[in-house]
């Protein structure tokens, strides 16, 4: 079992920057790809990134490519995504999840954490 928590949520405005944790323990971290994802009121959920176990290829949902960055420190077992420039579409419920391997489908992950609410301000 992986147990997955994020924190450092919020609100902030338009154009600001947050950075989301997501802490895990339980099973070995550094063995899972890890992805972040998001879901919004009435919408479905959607990629965010997601970074690979080994040697940390990262991926991006075309929505944040060139605002967000992930990133991971497998000794602090923790992974973060950076988020710059943020729009008030970006508002949504944020999850990261541990899996196999980095993808950006949803099923294919195992563990998931419980969710931090990013609100951005127009």
């Known amino acids: 079992q992986v147990q997955l928590v994020e924190s450092g949520g919020g609100l902030v405005q338009a154009g600001g920057s947050l950075r989301l944790s997501c802490a895990a323990s339980g099973r070995t971290f550094r063995s899972y790809a890890m992805g972040w994802f998001r879901q919004a009121p009435g919408k479905e959920r959607e990629f965010v990134a997601a970074?690979?176990?080994?040697?940390?290829?990262?991926y991006y949902g075309d929505s944040v490519k060139g605002r967000f960055t992930i990133s991971r420190d497998n000794a602090k077992t923790t992974v973060y995504l950076l988020m710059n420039s943020l729009k008030p579409e970006d508002t949504a419920v944020y999850y990261c999840?541990?899996?196999?391997?980095?993808?950006?489908?949803?099923?294919?992950?195992?563990?998931w954490g419980q969710g931090t609410q990013v609100t951005v301000s127009s």
């Open positions: 999840a541990a899996g196999v391997r980095a993808t950006s489908r949803g099923d294919e992950y195992d563990y």
């Open positions: 970074i690979t176990w080994r040697i940390g290829i990262t």
